[in-house]
Structures are given as structure tokens and as C-alpha cells.
């Protein structure tokens, strides 16, 4: 199974580059965030045209997720345990099991400054998806959390850490908020770079960013220790940051091997 996630930042001013990557591409089972189109506005028909079901979940705002499937979309659930606001609850968490493995597309707020509310929202809301994810792991599931996490793990997933001081995305309770999430038995899936030595996933939109690779590691595939054993490649699609138009990020492109019921399953 081939998985991705992309923080697409608006799916309608995207989509003819997002048709065009998932022809390319052809994976399972996408994961979007940052969609900024109601569910009922998420272009469903055209991503149908390539083979692709859609469980989407948004307001028409600046955030929105969404889960495109070519393997099935099985108990699809919207929002977490708790249901964090800001204060009412923001459309930035959508969860389905395809082939077998519970998926949630994650759009993590922001936190803006440290000692602003949106900072402590942002903390709250990764409590809650701790737990809701907590529920998915203890019920034997194998889970995988994709999705912009606002967040870089270490110093390493920044292009200069003097440069992020007294920042978001940094901060020790963020990480700490990572670790926790972690803690419930994920294990992080690190992507390889097609370019230099650091798998960024975002660069700001200033001129030359990119193109100096001065980005962050900040969009994450977390996923349980049975489909961390199926991993057999992981890369940052870097090209679909590329040309006219794109998102400020780049998907992350994740291939699974068959799981062993599925290799029964199969014939010869």
C-alpha cells in the first residue's frame, strides 16, 4: 500500500497540480490538510475520476482535512475525543480504516506566539488526539497519524535553530506534546530527502527558501510498530514543491508492504 500526506493549502486553488500528482503518484491513500473548502465543496468528482473515494471534513475556512482512498473508507470518524475549540471545534482531525489500517489526516493548529491562547489550544489540542489516538491503539488497531503537525521534533528539522528562538514549532512543550503522543506506541516514520541532507517539508513562501533549502520538518508520519515493520521506502515528494503555484509543503510519500493477511489473501 502506498500512503501520503500533503498539506495541500487550499485543495480547489490546487487541484489541477493535485490531479496531476496523484496520476503520477497513484497512492492508496492520501491524507490532506489545510483543504480550506466546506465538505460539501471538496472536489469529490474529480478525484473520483482517478479511482479515489473522499471523506472529507471541513467549514470553508483556513484549515479542513481530508482522506482520499482507492482501498476503501471503513468507519470514518471526524473530530477527536473531547472536541477542542477555539473556542468551538475546528475541522483539523479525520480518521478512516483503509486496508486494515486505522488512518487519521492530522492539521495541527498553529499556536501562532508562545504566550498567546492559540499556543495553549494548540497543546490542548494534542491531549485530545493523545487520547483519541490512545483509544485506537489499545483496541489492537494499527494506526497511522499523517498530517501537518506544526511541529519540528528536534534542532535537526529546522534549517537553523537560532533562527526559531522563543518561536512556535520549537518549543519544549510542543515536543514534549510529540513525545506524549509517541508514548501510545507510534514510532516516527523519517522520510529520505531527494535533495540534501535534511527531509524538510515546508519552506516559507519569501523568495529563496526553498531554493536555499532553509525549511522545517514539520509535516510527520507516525504510525504503530505492525505497519513501521512494513515500511520498505519513505521520501519527501520535494518535486511538488516545484513550479508554478504550489503549496508551501511537499507530500510525504510512504510505501507498505503487504500485511501477512493480505500476502494469504493474495494468489501466487
Keep these: 500500500m502506498r500512503l501520503a ?3 495541500v493549502n487550499s485543495v480547489r486553488s490546487r487541484l489541477p497540480r493535485l490531479l496531476e500528482w496523484l496520476a503520477a503518484t497513484r497512492p492508496d491513500v492520501v491524507c490532506l490538510q489545510e483543504t480550506k473548502c466546506a465538505a460539501a465543496e471538496f ?3 474529480e478525484v473520483a475520476d482517478l479511482g479515489y473515494e473522499t471523506a472529507a471534513h471541513g467549514d470553508g475556512r ?5 482522506l482520499l482512498s482507492q482501498v476503501g473508507l471503513a468507519d470514518v470518524t471526524r473530530g477527536l475525543v473531547g472536541k477542542p475549540g477555539f ?3 475546528e475541522p483539523r482531525a479525520i480518521a478512516a480504516t483503509c486496508a486494515g489500517v486505522r488512518i487519521w489526516s492530522v492539521y495541527v493548529p498553529n499556536g501562532r506566539v508562545p504566550d498567546s491562547p492559540h499556543y495553549g489550544y494548540k497543546l490542548a489540542w494534542f491531549e485530545a488526539l493523545r487520547d ?7 483496541a489492537g488497531a494499527e494506526v ?3 498530517g501537518d503537525f506544526n511541529v519540528a521534533p528536534t534542532d535537526a528539522d529546522v534549517w537553523d535553530p537560532a533562527v526559531f528562538v522563543d518561536s512556535t514549532h520549537v518549543t519544549a512543550p510542543e515536543r514534549a506534546a510529540l513525545a506524549a503522543l509517541r508514548a501510545t506506541g507510534l514510532h516516527d516514520v523519517v522520510p529520505r530527502p531527494l535533495k540534501g541532507p535534511h527531509p524538510f517539508t515546508y519552506w516559507d513562501y519569501r523568495a529563496g527558501m526553498f531554493h536555499q533549502n532553509k525549511g522545517m520538518r514539520i509535516d510527520l508520519v507516525y504510525v504503530t510498530e505492525g ?3 512494513r515500511v520498505r521506502d519513505a521520501y519527501v515528494d ?3 514543491r516545484k513550479g508554478k503555484g504550489p503549496s508551501d509543503h511537499a507530500p510525504i510519500v510512504v510505501d507498505l508492504a503487504d500485511s501477512g493477511a493480505q500476502a494469504a489473501a493474495d494468489p501466487a
Design 144 to 146: 497511522a497519524v499523517c
Design 227 to 229: 505497519v513501521a515493520e
Design 87 to 89: 473556542p468551538e471545534p
Design 238 to 240: 520535494r518535486e511538488a
Design 62 to 66: 483556513w484549515n479542513g482535512v481530508a
Design 43 to 45: 472536489p469529490a468528482a
Design 132 to 138: 483519541t489516538v490512545a483509544v485506537d491503539v489499545s
Design 5 to 7: 500526506t500533503w498539506n
